[in-house]
């Protein structure tokens, strides 16, 4: 089982910067897991933000490419999101998902948005 704990959330005037943090415990935890960013805003469908693949490799989407990063402190079982820059529109409450990464051919891989771990979520919210 895998516990994650959202934190950082708030209120931030546009332009502003926020850093999210995601703190993941539990017996069968192990830098193997494939972890990410979500959001989702009233009204809208959830989106990725970002994601942190088991071998390092970080994805970033386009609409926030620039503003937005994801790193990760292993030894803190913690993953980061720096917000940088942040517009009305990031207003949304943040997810942080994980699921275990898959063994192929001998190296670990991530299925594409497949996330069975998630956490409660903190609210972001950007006024103007």
């Known amino acids: 089982e895998v516990q994650l704990v959202e934190s950082g959330g708030g209120t931030v005037q546009t332009g502003g910067s926020l850093r999210l943090s995601c703190e993941a415990s539990g017996s069968s935890w192990s830098s193997n897991y494939c972890m990410a960013w979500f959001r989702q805003a009233p009204g809208k469908e959830r989106e990725r933000v970002a994601s942190f693949d088991s071998d390092g490799t970080t994805k970033i989407e386009d609409s926030v490419k620039g503003r937005f990063t994801v790193s990760k402190d292993k030894l803190k079982k913690t993953l980061y999101h720096q917000m940088n820059n942040l517009k009305f529109e990031a207003t949304a409450m943040y997810y942080c998902?994980?699921?275990?990464?898959?063994?192929?051919?001998?190296?670990?891989?991530?299925?594409?948005?497949?996330?069975?771990?998630w956490g409660q979520g903190t609210q972001v919210t950007v006024s103007s």
């Open positions: 998902a994980a699921d275990p990464s898959v063994r192929v051919g001998g190296d670990n891989h991530c299925l594409p948005n497949v996330y069975g771990y």
